[in-house]
């Protein structure tokens, strides 16, 4: 096919992720906007900030698989010309950002009091991380929404559609940190005292901003979906349906549970690190807030991969399941590699934004400029899980990033902090062993040859 060839399939790749990366890469703006600004009140704001990140991607992260699963069928229902099974999964798809927002939002609610002390924070900021959560998690349902919607609409081709929903989002959640985090202040505006106005609420107005800007979101998005000449789920029930929820959560199991256990280690990861004080926990957290921007063409070309991978393996075309995997790898890490030398040099200074504390600044930059080197062999994993994520096959994938997590970055930063006197860079260097070994296991898996699922995701769960 002529589609197949590498330099036409780079163009396919490029017109689905660049919307994607754009999306991804306003929202680290926001986050970098939001830790900042955190920031400006000291460093115990920032580590009551951070200290339960980790366990917002755990939530987070978790309602993301699922959206995997309703991924993987649309795009190979579509790959298959099935529309109408098409829009059936994506009304069955509303019935679990329903349930999924339902249940974490009891979650986050229950459990905000406790997350702080599991989380092993500094017992003089705990009320304030657990008011931050308890803020940031009330709007879990339009959360939900967004997440698995947003999916829904990339397995389709759209990837503008979240793109636009993400730029607004993080717009208002900016315009809204000005206000509600501040008091009111005075400023010179060209030559003029001008009063600011603020409501002054710190840490709980940046959450409070976030909360308002997730619900926004999440109503867009599913006006989007609703109206979308594709994947519409108007008219169709959203009754539990087995005939669709079966395959799609057959794929979306082991990706939950991988999730799961991985942002569990995240937790597990911070927690530790919470442990070594509040400069190791503030460099920790500026510097997962600055990485997460290099990241941005991994996660990018991951959804492009995902989505054309599911049409190729629906449509039963080989040959261009093999020109997306080449093309896609190559540009990954040719990108990468970019990415991962401008983190090197940029680091002290990308660091001092965030912080004014020369010790953070320091610390900070050391585990940045560690990382920036294995970033590009842990881009090539991450475009090679989505492609495989496509084809549905999320076990061996689970399998990889458990062994990973657990017996390397967890286990590894447990002996160095507990018996051998290890700090924050000899977590990050259990961290980067970690996507090493992520990248070594994708590549031999792949050149096997045995990663294809032995059957498609066949309609109505046959």
């Given at each position: 096919m002529e589609n197949a060839k590498p330099k036409k399939m780079l163009w396919v790749v490029a017109a689905l992720a660049w919307p994607t990366m754009l999306e991804q890469l306003m929202q680290t703006a926001v986050q970098y906007v939001d830790t900042a600004m955190v920031?400006?009140?000291?460093?115990?704001?920032?580590?009551?900030?951070?200290?339960?990140?980790?366990?917002?991607?755990?939530?987070?992260?978790?309602?993301?698989?699922?959206?995997?699963?309703?991924?993987?069928?649309?795009?190979?229902?579509?790959?298959?010309?099935?529309?109408?099974?098409?829009?059936?999964?994506?009304?069955?798809?509303?019935?679990?950002?329903?349930?999924?927002?339902?249940?974490?939002?009891?979650?986050?609610?229950?459990?905000?009091?406790?997350?702080?002390?599991?989380?092993?924070?500094?017992?003089?900021?705990?009320?304030?991380?657990?008011?931050?959560?308890?803020?940031?998690?009330?709007?879990?349902?339009?959360?939900?929404?967004?997440?698995?919607?947003?999916?829904?609409?990339?397995?389709?081709?759209?990837?503008?559609?979240?793109m636009f929903a993400g730029l607004a989002v993080n717009v208002v959640n900016i315009a809204l940190n000005y206000f509600l985090i501040y008091p009111v202040r005075t400023a010179v505006i060209f030559g003029r005292e001008v009063v600011l106005h603020g409501a002054g609420w710190g840490i709980n107005g940046a959450a409070a901003a976030s909360a308002i800007a997730y619900a926004l979101g999440g109503i867009a998005v599913t006006l989007a979906l609703l109206r979308h000449k594709t994947v519409s789920f108007k008219g169709y029930s959203?009754?539990?349906?087995?005939?669709?929820?079966?395959?799609?959560?057959?794929?979306?199991?082991?990706?939950?549970?991988?999730?799961?256990?991985?942002?569990?280690?995240?937790?597990?990861?911070?927690?530790?690190?919470?442990?070594?004080?509040?400069?190791?926990?503030?460099?920790?957290?500026?510097?997962?807030?600055?990485?997460?921007?290099?990241?941005?063409p991994g996660w990018g070309m991951q959804t492009a991969a995902a989505t054309i991978a599911g049409n190729s393996w629906g449509a039963g075309d080989e040959k261009r399941l093999k020109s997306l995997v080449k093309t896609t790898c190559l540009a990954e890490f040719a990108l990468m590699v970019v990415s991962g030398g401008a983190l090197f040099f940029a680091a002290p200074y990308l660091a001092g934004i965030f912080s004014s504390d020369g010790e953070v600044i320091g610390l900070c930059s050391s585990?940045?400029?560690?990382?920036?080197?294995?970033?590009?062999?842990y881009g090539i994993a991450i475009v090679l899980e989505g492609v495989m994520q496509g084809v549905g096959n999320t076990?061996?994938?689970?399998?990889?990033?458990v062994l990973g997590m657990w017996g390397i970055r967890i286990l590894g930063t447990f002996l160095f902090i507990r018996f051998w006197n290890g700090g924050l860079v000899s977590a990050w260097g259990c961290m980067i062993a970690h996507n090493v070994f992520l990248f070594l296991s994708f590549a031999v898996l792949y050149f096997s040859g045995k990663w294809r699922p032995r059957t498609r995701l066949l309609s109505g769960g046959e």
């Open positions: 920031g400006s009140l000291g460093t115990s704001a920032t580590a009551a900030v951070g200290s339960t990140s980790t366990v917002n991607w755990l939530i987070g992260s978790t309602v993301s698989a699922i959206g995997v699963g309703f991924l993987a069928y649309i795009s190979q229902a579509l790959g298959r010309g099935e529309e109408q099974n098409a829009r059936r999964a994506s009304a069955q798809s509303v019935l679990a950002a329903l349930v999924s927002g339902i249940v974490f939002t009891a979650l986050a609610m229950g459990l905000s009091p406790f997350v702080p002390v599991w989380m092993r924070v500094d017992a003089a900021i705990r009320s304030a991380a657990s008011s931050y959560f308890l803020i940031l998690y009330s709007t879990m349902l339009f959360r939900a929404a967004n997440i698995i919607f947003g999916t829904v609409l990339r397995a389709a081709g759209d990837t503008k559609t979240p959203i009754k539990p349906d087995v005939s669709v929820l079966k395959p799609c959560l057959k794929v979306a199991f082991p990706n939950m549970v991988q999730r799961f256990l991985i942002s569990f280690g995240y937790v597990a990861f911070a927690s530790m690190i919470n442990s070594l004080g509040k400069v190791a926990s503030a460099a920790h957290t500026v510097a997962n807030t600055v990485e997460s921007a290099f990241y941005i585990v940045l400029k560690m990382v920036a080197f294995s970033e590009p062999f076990k061996t994938p689970f399998v990889f990033n």
